[in-house]
């Protein structure tokens, strides 16, 4: 009798593994990847200026009390572009946006203000990505909510949208703006 | 024949249209560096990191200008004398383990390093029994 319910048990681990494996091949890939600093200080970093229109950003100063949002973007990112009337209003709703620009150039940087707006209150230049690779950021555009005592309270992933703004507003809030 | 010779040569001067960026890559993206000792640190390490652009690659074999920005990254930091693990350490802080391709020894793979053990401990003992059954039939 024992030895028969022996003969089962390479049958019932096949059938574990076939679950495991069906489940895991079900699954959604993650392809989005997050930030592990969220809850963690700004990681201090001085940046050129990237442009002529917006003066030069340092993130040792994010701790003066007034929360905000760091934009990571870049010219020659298309989604960047579709995000910039959403980053208007928001700038118009009297949000501060700093933003960062990765592996630019001062004179497409001017280009892409002139052509979407400038939501900015400053713009570093971040030529070799240096920045992103601190904050833990994956890609552009991507959005950080910074609280009044420069942490980082938020990681939007991706273009802000029309329907991303209530969000947005909701986690400056909570933030303290 | 010239028409074709301008036209050609023109095609080689003109840049990638659809290039992720403007910008040369940072100084040591593709380029080793001098002392091959630090060199070889470095690339086992790039082997072992993730590319955040193209996630099924290493950022060793990615042309991605976030990897080329990171090869760089990693192979100044190796010449200014830090240790890869401590690398490693810094990036997974930031990414998660999601970036690194070295297994850890974190509780959840725990049963997969206990797995080889297990299954030649149940080889043993298999083995063991029949062998001993077969003495006591003879």
């Known amino acids: 009798m024992k030895r028969s319910l022996i003969l089962w048990v390479p049958l019932a681990a096949y059938l574990v593994f076939l679950v495991v494996a069906s489940l895991g091949l079900t699954q959604k890939n993650q392809t989005v990847i997050q930030s592990r600093m969220i809850g963690k200080p700004v990681p ?51 949000v501060r946006i700093d933003g960062v620009a990765i592996r630019d150039a ?5 280009a892409f203000l002139q052509r979407n707006g400038n939501p900015f209150h400053r713009i570093g230049l971040d030529a070799r990505s240096t920045l992103q690779f601190y904050l833990g950021s994956s890609g552009v555009p991507e959005t950080f909510v910074i609280d009044g005592k420069g942490i980082i309270r938020y990681q939007h ?15 400056l809030r909570e933030a303290g703006a | 024949m010239r028409p074709l010779f301008i036209f050609l040569s023109a ?41 955040l652009t193209c996630q099924s690659q290493s950022i060793a074999d990615s042309n991605a200008s976030m990897a080329s920005d990171l090869r760089s990254e990693i192979r100044e930091r190796i010449a200014r004398g830090e240790e890869p693990e401590h ?48 003495k006591v039939r003879a």
Not at chain 1, 160 to 168: E, F, K, W
Not at chain 2, 17 to 28: C, D
């Open chain 1, 44 to 94: 201090g970093i001085d940046l050129p200026a990237a442009s002529a229109m917006a003066p030069a950003l340092s993130t040792k100063q994010m701790a003066d009390g007034k929360p905000r949002l760091l934009n990571v973007f870049a010219s020659w990112c298309v989604p960047c572009a579709a995000e910039a009337p959403q980053l208007a209003q928001l700038a118009q709703r009297g």
């Open chain 1, 106 to 110: 001062r004179p497409d940087v001017d």
């Open chain 1, 157 to 171: 992933i991706g273009y802000i949208g029309p329907q991303d703004i209530d969000t947005i507003l909701t986690k």
């Open chain 2, 11 to 51: 095609l080689m001067l003109a840049g990638p249209a659809l290039a992720q960026t403007a910008l040369p890559p940072a100084p040591y993206a593709d380029r080793q560096l001098e002392d091959p000792a630090q060199e070889a640190k470095a690339m086992a390490l790039m082997q072992t990191i993730r590319c």
């Open chain 2, 87 to 134: 690398i490693r350490a810094w990036l997974i802080e930031r990414y998660g383990d999601w970036i690194s391709y070295k297994p850890t020894a974190d509780p959840i793979l725990w049963p997969l390093w206990a797995a080889p053990l297990v299954l030649l401990g149940a080889g043993g003992v298999l083995a063991w029994s029949r062998i001993r059954h077969k």
